[in-house]
């Protein structure tokens, strides 16, 4: 979302950026992926205490997958710890890989572009509420600056709004 929220304020490319965490993300859960298909269900079970996982449980799992798998693949990219469970877990249960890229890359693309999108909304929600219909520049700011100011984020974007209205121009020549 914060990369959603920098490409609202033209410091980012929003096409880029989700492309970027697509393939960041897609090759992420193959790794996942490969370390369930090599590591099992057997090395949770050993070492699934910690984190609360009973063998019984593993067998369900299991069973869902061979029933819904694709479709759990592509769900649990919105859902938080599934997230990032979800690529060991088809692994493990011996998905196939094919089957897993296609539902991932699917599921990677939608969850990329959603939360860039979101990012992206608020950032321009964001620009509104700074700048209102017809408020002077310096009072805008300031008003900005007293209502965010109570968070590093909000301050540090308050900084960039009052040192120059060129900031962004400036982020563009750092980061090429």
């Not at 929003?14 to 859960?29: F, H, K, N, R, Y």
């Not at 019984?56 to 997958?65: H, I, P, Q, S």
């Not at 938080?80 to 094919?98: D, E, I």
Request: proline content about 2%; some cysteine.
């Amino acid at each position: 979302m914060v990369g959603g929220f920098l490409a609202s304020q033209g410091v980012l490319d929003p096409g880029t950026l989700v492309v970027v965490i697509s393939l960041a993300a897609i090759v992420g859960d193959s790794i996942g992926y490969q370390l369930g298909r090599a590591l099992g269900f057997e090395w949770l079970a050993r070492h699934g205490r910690r984190l609360r996982v009973r063998r019984e449980n593993l067998d369900r799992v299991g069973a869902f997958m061979s029933r819904h798998g694709g479709k759990a693949v592509f769900a649990s990219h919105f859902t938080h710890l599934m997230r990032a469970l979800m690529p060991f877990v088809a692994g493990a249960s011996r998905l196939r890989y094919r089957r897993f890229l296609v539902f991932n890359a699917a599921g990677c693309i939608a969850w990329a572009s959603t939360f860039v999108a979101i990012g992206y909304l608020a950032g321009e929600s964001w620009r509104v509420a700074a700048n209102g219909p017809a408020a002077p520049a310096k009072s805008r700011a300031a008003h900005t600056c007293s209502r965010s100011g109570s968070t590093g984020f909000g301050a540090g974007w308050c900084d960039m709004r009052t040192i120059s209205s060129g900031a962004g121009r400036r982020w563009s020549v750092i980061l090429g």
